[in-house]
C-alpha cells in the first residue's frame, strides 16, 4: 500500500479514471450490439439510425481517449457492412 499522499492521490484517481472508462466502454459496446443484432427484416432507415448512434458513441469513446482510433474505425467499417447487408 502507498504511503506517500501523492500515490494515495494517483490510487484514488487510478480508480476513479477505471470506474469511468469502463462505463464509456459499457455504453459503447451496447450501441454496437444495437446495430449487431438488427433484425434482417430491419429497413433501412431503422438500420441507418443505429449505425450512426453507434458511430456518434464510438468517436466520442476516442475522444475520451478510452479507445485507439484505429480501433474505432475497424469496428466502424464492420458495423457499416453489416448494416449496408440489412439495407439490401
Partial sequence: MANH???KKAIRQTAFR???NKNRMSRVR???KNVESLPTSA?????LNAFQS?????M????KGVLNRNTA???LSRLHARVKAVAQ
Fill in 18 to 20: 477505471t470506474a469511468v
Fill in 43 to 47: 429497413t433501412a432507415a431503422e438500420a
Fill in 30 to 32: 451496447t450501441f454496437i
Fill in 73 to 75: 474505425s475497424r469496428k
Fill in 5 to 7: 499522499t501523492s500515490a
Fill in 60 to 63: 466520442r469513446a476516442v475522444t
Fill in 54 to 58: 453507434a458511430q456518434k458513441e464510438l
